[in-house]
C-alpha cells in the first residue's frame, strides 16, 4: 500500500474470523431475513398483551438455543482477512450489507467495472427519523459504507477520518432508493470518496464526500 504506515503503536488489530461455505451462510441468511421480519413485526405489532407475554417467552427460548453454540466474533464468507480491506467485503455481519445480520437492510452492493458502486435499497419503519422519513443517521450509515467500499474497490481501503453530508431533499420510507460511490481522487494514504443517495424519481436526497486513511495494523 502506498504510504502505508510502518511505524510502532498499531491502531487496528485484524481478528481471525471463520470463513463459512455458501451453504451455510444460505442457512444463515435465511435465519436473518426472518428475524428481520420479527424486528419489523415487534416494531408494528397490535397484539395483546397477553399474547406478547407468551411471544416474549418463545422468542426468549430460541434466542437461549442460538445462544447455546456461540461463535466470540461474527464469521465471514469466503476466505476471510486473508488481504487487508478485501476481507471486509466479505463481512456478511456488516450492519449495511450484511445478510446476515438482521439489522442490515441488507443493501447488496453491485461493484461496477468503472470501479465504482452502486446499490438499490428500501427502508422500512425500523429505520425511521422525522415521520415518515429516514433517519440521518441511517444514511449516513449507508453511505459511509458505500463510499468506504468505492476506496476498498480501488484498492485504497481505510478507516472513515472524514464524513460530510449535504441532505438535500427528505429520503423517505417505503420507496426504492439508489445509493452510489466514487473515488474521487487519492493523496498518500488518504483516499477521498464522493457518494449520493436519490429517491425512486431519481433525484438526490442526500450528496456525501469522506476521507478513508489506511490505519496502521497490528
Ligand atoms: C484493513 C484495512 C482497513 C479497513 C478496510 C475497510 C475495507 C472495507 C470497507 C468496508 C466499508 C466500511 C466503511 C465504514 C468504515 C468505518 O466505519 S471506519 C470507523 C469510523 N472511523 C474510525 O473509527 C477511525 C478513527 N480514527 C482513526 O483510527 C485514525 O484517526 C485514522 C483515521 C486511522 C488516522 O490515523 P493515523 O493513521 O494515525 O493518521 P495520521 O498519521 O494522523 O494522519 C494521516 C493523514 O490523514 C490526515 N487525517 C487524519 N485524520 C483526519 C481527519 N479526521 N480529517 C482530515 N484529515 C485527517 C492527516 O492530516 C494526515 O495527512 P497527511 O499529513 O498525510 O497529509
Not at 461455505?21 to 436473518?32: I, M, N, W
Not at 478485501?86 to 455481519?93: C, N, P, V, W
Not at 467500499?149 to 429520503?171: C, D, F, H, K
Amino acid at each position: 500500500m502506498p504510504g502505508a504506515r510502518t511505524s510502532a503503536h498499531p491502531i487496528f488489530t485484524v481478528q481471525p474470523r471463520e470463513p463459512l461455505d455458501e451453504r451455510r451462510v444460505e442457512h444463515l441468511s435465511a435465519l436473518a431475513a426472518e428475524v428481520r421480519r420479527l424486528n419489523e413485526a415487534t416494531v408494528h405489532t397490535a397484539l395483546p398483551e397477553e399474547e406478547l407475554t407468551e411471544l416474549t417467552a418463545q422468542v426468549r427460548a430460541l434466542t437461549d438455543r442460538l445462544d447455546a453454540a456461540r461463535r466470540a466474533f461474527p464469521p465471514v464468507s469466503g476466505d476471510g482477512y486473508t488481504t487487508p480491506g478485501e476481507g471486509m467485503l466479505q463481512q456478511i455481519a456488516s450492519p449495511v450489507t450484511g445478510e446476515l445480520n438482521p439489522i442490515a437492510p441488507p443493501c447488496r452492493i453491485e461493484f461496477l467495472e468503472d470501479g465504482s458502486v452502486r446499490t438499490e435499497f428500501t427502508l422500512n419503519f425500523l429505520y425511521e427519523g422525522p415521520p415518515g422519513l429516514a433517519h440521518g443517521g441511517v444514511s449516513a450509515m449507508v453511505l459511509d459504507q458505500l463510499l468506504g467500499l468505492a476506496a476498498n474497490n480501488n484498492g485504497t481501503p481505510g478507516l472513515t477520518a472524514s464524513l460530510e453530508l449535504r441532505y438535500r431533499r427528505p429520503t423517505p420510507l417505503g420507496q426504492r432508493l439508489t445509493a452510489e460511490a466514487r473515488i474521487d481522487r487519492i493523496e498518500g494514504r488518504k483516499a477521498y470518496a464522493v457518494g449520493r443517495i436519490l429517491n425512486a424519481e431519481g433525484k438526490v436526497t442526500i450528496e456525501a464526500t469522506a476521507m478513508f486513511v489506511m490505519p496502521m495494523l497490528g
